[in-house]
């Protein structure tokens, strides 16, 4: 038992020390699903062992401290964080639990997509925005204000309904940056020799986080709305009557929101937003579902960190923390040295990854990337692993700088770095790294297209020393093909009829 006191102790002092750096500093040590992990270990260890359970736990509260720059706002109804889930199993058990408290009724749902941005609540006195808030630890919030003012889409005083507002609105949001802006945002900075935005979710909030207005002003912040605290003068029965009223009045809503009568409609809805996830123009990390009818909402109640009648059904991350094991050099058929991080493989989208481009040596200085360092890893869509950056506070002195080469890894020939540009290249133009790559971007689909002709058979080829050159594949015999291992005659004639096909092919 002491053991489990002990590892529950750990959990909670980890937690809240990434609560401390996401919350307050806005500089993450590690992934959203790798703190969900964390957070869900000790909710388990403390279901199953209540003994252990503190009212200072992190599970009991809802975050963490504000910032000390702004003044303390607090929330007269707290801003409650969402239960996760991350997969249809999950989600469905959740659904039986709501259904069994309702008394066996049916709820409709409303499933909005999840933005990955920072949450805010706006204050309105007699139709006039007052005071804007941050969420900080959903207790306690930063006051906001001026700088929430300055984004565009934020009203600051109401459309009236039926020519009159509400004495009192809280109205609850997300503020955002769409992905091409902070795109734009981050080249901007570079240019200024300035550090870029780890992701969209930061720029937004250092966007908001400025004590100088103007700076916010500037920052190319947006704002979509969907939940309220304290409403006075205004009766809304429902989810989707919210979001078909809040426009009305004059705010931002997400229209990709939908009514779903069933689970399974919701799941439909959250694999649909899934597979659009990479077009959509702002970061989206999962699909919130909300019991539509307030009512039912009251009778289901809260626990102390969360509601009962929503949950956050997530994503497959996109970004994830590792750890690099080493940084190796690839030769392009161009002779460019490219760097590649190798890394302890981890879950990334979905898919394993256990390399990530580095770009140039450039582009490792800028990122201060070591080998033996902790990094956060990216793969969007069907991008290519790329790091996003190191974690300089994780490091424990045993990390080592990387160093381009000045001798090609691959035949020894010297590696030079011409004059205004960034890339390192190997000189030799027989280098068999080089050779090997021009053979395999010459028999690719978008040139000559030759099925057979693959990474493996490629590399036998320029070992054996049968092509030192494209053309030196027109030359090769039936014979010389078949000797080579997992090569039949049948495969060698295959290939040598797609080599004569290619002959035929338009270079337009």
């Not at 910032?67 to 409650?80: Q, S, T």
């Not at 779903?260 to 799941?267: L, N, R």
């Not at 991350?317 to 050099?329: G, Q, W, Y």
Request: charged share 30%; hydrophobic share 35%.
């Amino acid at each position: 038992m002491e053991a489990i006191r002990k590892r529950i102790e750990e959990l909670r002092a980890e937690i809240r020390k990434h609560d401390y750096h996401y919350y307050v500093l806005n500089q993450p040590l590690i992934s959203d699903a790798e703190y969900d992990k964390l957070f869900r270990e000790l909710q388990e260890l403390e279901e199953k062992y209540p003994q252990f359970v503190t009212p200072d736990s992190p599970t009991q509260r809802v975050g963490a401290p504000p910032a000390e720059e702004f003044r303390p706002v607090r929330h007269a109804i707290p801003m409650l964080s969402l239960q996760n889930c991350f997969s249809e199993e999950e989600f469905l058990e959740w659904d039986r639990r709501v259904r069994r408290l309702l008394g066996g009724e049916r709820p409709v749902y409303i499933c909005e997509p999840k933005l990955d941005g920072l949450s805010v609540e706006l204050v309105y006195e007699n139709g006039v925005f007052t005071v804007g808030s941050t969420r900080g630890d959903g207790y306690v919030g930063e006051d906001v204000t001026r700088n929430l003012r300055t984004i565009r889409q934020i009203p600051l005083r109401l459309l009236p309904l039926d020519g009159e507002v509400p004495r009192l609105l809280e109205v609850r949001g997300e503020v955002y940056m769409e992905k091409e802006d902070f795109r734009r945002l981050n080249r901007e900075r570079e240019e200024r020799g300035e550090p870029p935005f780890a992701n969209p979710r930061n720029a937004a909030a250092g966007s908001l986080r400025q004590l100088d207005p103007n700076i916010t002003a500037s920052r190319p912040l947006k704002a979509f709305f969907y939940a309220t605290g304290r409403v006075e003068g205004l009766e809304i029965r429902s989810q989707e009557e919210l979001l078909t009223t809040l426009p009305k009045l004059g705010f931002p809503v997400n229209p990709l929101w939908r009514r779903c009568g069933t689970p399974e409609e919701a799941i439909q809805f959250y694999h649909q937003l899934l597979e659009r996830r990479d077009e959509l123009p702002y970061e989206a990390d999962g699909v919130v579902v909300k019991v539509n009818d307030f009512s039912q909402r009251e009778a289901l109640g809260e626990v102390s960190r969360a509601p009962r009648w929503a949950i956050a059904f997530k994503f497959p991350a996109e970004e994830a923390t590792t750890r690099v094991l080493d940084i190796v050099v690839q030769v392009g058929r161009t002779g460019a040295l490219t760097p590649v991080a190798i890394l302890e493989p981890v879950e990334v989208s979905g898919v394993t990854v256990s390399r990530a481009t580095l770009h140039n040596e450039d582009e490792i200085k800028r990122k201060d990337v070591r080998i033996g360092d902790w990094v956060v890893v990216r793969r969007a869509g069907e991008v290519i692993p790329e790091i996003v950056k190191s974690i300089p506070e994780r490091r424990t002195g045993k990390e080592r700088e990387f160093r381009m080469p000045d001798r090609c890894p691959v035949c020894g020939g010297p590696v030079v770095r011409p004059p205004g540009e960034v890339i390192h290249r190997c000189e030799n133009l027989s280098c068999p790294a080089r050779i090997k790559e021009a053979i395999r971007h010459f028999a690719s689909r978008r040139a000559a297209d030759i099925e057979g002709l693959g990474e493996k058979l490629v590399d036998q080829l320029v070992e054996k020393g049968l092509v030192k050159r494209i053309s030196d594949l027109y030359h090769l015999s039936k014979e010389q093909l078949a000797a080579l291992e997992r090569m039949g005659e049948k495969s060698a004639q295959n290939l040598l009829d797609q080599l004569e096909r290619s002959k035929g092919m338009s270079l337009a």
